[in-house]
């Protein structure tokens, strides 16, 4: 079945590093990728998706690019705050039939960013 | 727009004890579904509707019942609280069953069942 592999945490960085966070995953076919946010107290949100392959997405600074050949969608951003200390989630809804909408997540990396 | 909303924020019941869990969309979104997240284990699907009237077991659905009778409310019940069923509780729901759909994830109840 799918599955969602992310670098384990926690992560920490000085405010203005750059920042990597690494997801890799194993699907069918062409699924749609995702990264979700999570502040303290607070449900997931959306923070950018890709769904083909060599698509970026990006949204407040962060980027990540649907690799197929590397089966990866690495998180980046060049310069971190201290607000983006936050839990993050890569995952992926596959294209396969049955099933298909039922979204895989990963385990979630804590990212704590010190002034 | 209020998107995803879940209550109570918090809860702490006794064991034994049954309670429902609320959740409530006001996007039209089709398909709804549960999570808990626990420490180290990221989240757990428990149960999901791709539609009024039709519901589906997750990964994690013992102990817990839910119903769609509505496109908007998809309340998750626990039938005879156990001290195992102590975490938080997240609602989510997307547009349709569509890849490329997000979730819409409500802001959890946080459980604790002594």
């Known amino acids: 079945g799918d599955s969602v592999t992310q670098m384990e945490g926690p992560v920490t960085l000085s405010e203005e590093a750059f920042l990597t966070i690494n997801c890799t995953y194993t699907?069918?076919?062409?699924?749609?990728l995702f990264w979700y946010v999570q502040y303290p107290g607070e449900g997931l949100q959306l923070l950018l998706k890709a769904t083909k392959a060599d698509d970026k997405g990006s949204n407040k600074g962060f980027e990540a690019t649907y690799r197929k050949e590397t089966t990866s969608f690495h998180l980046e951003k060049g310069s971190v705050q201290v607000s983006d200390s936050a839990v993050y989630f890569c995952a992926l809804k596959g294209s396969g039939s049955g099933g298909s909408y039922i979204p895989t997540f990963g385990r979630g990396t804590s990212l704590i960013v010190h002034p | 727009n209020a998107g995803v909303t879940q209550t109570p924020k918090f809860q702490v019941l006794k064991t034994g004890q049954s309670m429902t869990l609320q959740c409530a969309q006001d996007m039209n979104h089709e398909y709804m579904s549960w999570y808990r997240q626990d420490p180290g284990m990221g989240l757990r699907l428990i149960h999901y509707s791709v539609g009024a009237g039709i519901t589906d077991q997750g990964e994690v659905p013992n102990g817990y019942n839910v119903s769609r009778s509505t496109t908007e409310d998809f309340p998750l019940r626990l039938l005879s609280a156990a001290p195992s069923q102590t975490s938080v509780y997240f609602c989510?729901?997307?547009?349709?069953?569509?890849?490329?759909?997000?979730?819409?994830f409500g802001d959890g109840t946080r459980l604790s069942i002594l």
């Open positions: 699907a069918t076919g062409y699924p749609s």
């Open positions: 989510a729901s997307s547009r349709n069953p569509d890849s490329n759909q997000p979730q819409h």
